[in-house]
């Protein structure tokens, strides 16, 4: 049985699994997809997640590597950030969300599965990003245009995830970034496992300080990205200061400012495709466009429709 409310609840024979439960949990088990806060809170539970999650996250917790199980829940890349999973239990997969072209973590690999859960943040067709590769390119021009031209450049981008993204674009140029110090922390985690990222500092180190007195690069957490921040750059070292961000939803405008469609999240091509190699006999969607998504699905010929809060399902449909 499934149902949406405080995260994803499957059951099966008197044995119960949250999947990234909002509120605190008191006994049972929780599964943490990865370490955005939306997705990670520390529970009362016997909790479930990837080691570099645990690390991210900062609670403790069981911590499953890609392709091992407990409590009879295997767990997968999910391409999102560092740890990201998705999960399967009796032929049931949760995506959690989910990109399948990370150029840093590898893409996600559908799961073979009968019923699949799916987030569908990108679930309309206007969401058909440009190819990455193309869009890293666009960056890395702008960047480089304003960086030569003597500008202090800003780079918003949510600290887990994107933010890495952006610091690697950065410096594979030759071009050394300053990095929030909440950005510097996650950069370290994947410094240490493996990930490089580069010539990258910390924003409150006396060297970054000492490149800040001129034009210099920055990666910035999104929501601290405003007006308010550039004025007070270009006054603190004379030169002008620019900002863009990176996210999915430039694809619609209206940010404020100027916006790269660089997303960690599946866009309506991807989410497709991933139906169609998962191949589930039954697909509930979540979050996002979900009663969009569905529908197109089902346009499609695939049995679908959204999982909504409240609800009951089984997690196998009726032939």
């Known amino acids: ?34 370490g955005h806060s939306d997705h990670a809170r520390k529970h009362d539970a016997t909790m479930l997640m990837t080691p570099e999650t645990k690390k991210i996250v900062g609670f403790d917790g069981e911590a499953v590597t890609y392709g091992k199980s407990s409590h009879g829940i295997t767990f997968y890349n999910a391409g999102h950030v560092l740890g990201s999973a998705q999960c399967e239990i009796n032929g049931v997969a949760y995506t959690g969300d989910f990109l399948m072209d990370s150029p840093l973590l590898g893409g996600a690999e559908p799961i073979d599965c009968d019923t699949l859960v799916m987030e569908t943040t990108f679930g309309l067709p206007e969401f058909a990003f440009p190819k990455r590769q193309d869009v890293i390119g666009s960056i890395s021009k702008w960047v480089k245009a304003n960086y030569n031209a003597g500008r202090t450049v800003i780079l918003g981008g949510y600290s887990l995830g ?21 950005i510097a922390r996650i950069n370290q985690i994947y410094e240490n496992a493996g990930i490089r990222l580069g010539g990258w500092l910390p924003t409150n180190t006396d060297e970054a300080r000492e490149i800040a007195k001129s034009a210099f690069v920055a990666v ?13 750059l270009s006054q603190q070292n004379g030169t002008k200061a620019v900002a863009a961000l990176a996210t999915g939803w430039a694809l619609r405008g209206r940010l404020g400012f100027k916006a790269f469609p660089l997303s960690d999240h599946a866009d309506f091509p991807s989410l497709l495709s991933y139906v169609e190699q998962a191949s589930p006999r039954k697909i509930y969607t979540i979050h996002g466009f979900a009663n ?13 429709e959204a999982l909504k809060p409240g609800q009951k399902k089984l997690t196998q449909w009726d032939a």
């Open 1 to 34: 049985m499934l149902s949406l409310g405080n995260g994803v609840s499957y059951s099966d024979n008197g044995n119960r699994v949250l999947f990234d439960p909002h509120r605190k949990v008191h006994g049972g088990l929780v599964c943490i997809s990865h």
């Open 220 to 232: 910035m957490p999104f929501h601290q990205v405003k007006p308010k921040l550039l004025e007070a």
């Open 162 to 182: 994107k933010a890495q993204e952006l610091t690697k674009i950065v410096t594979d140029m030759g071009i050394p970034v300053l990095a929030h110090p909440k």
């Open 292 to 304: 969009e998504f569905a529908r197109q699905l089902r346009r499609r010929g695939w049995k679908a």
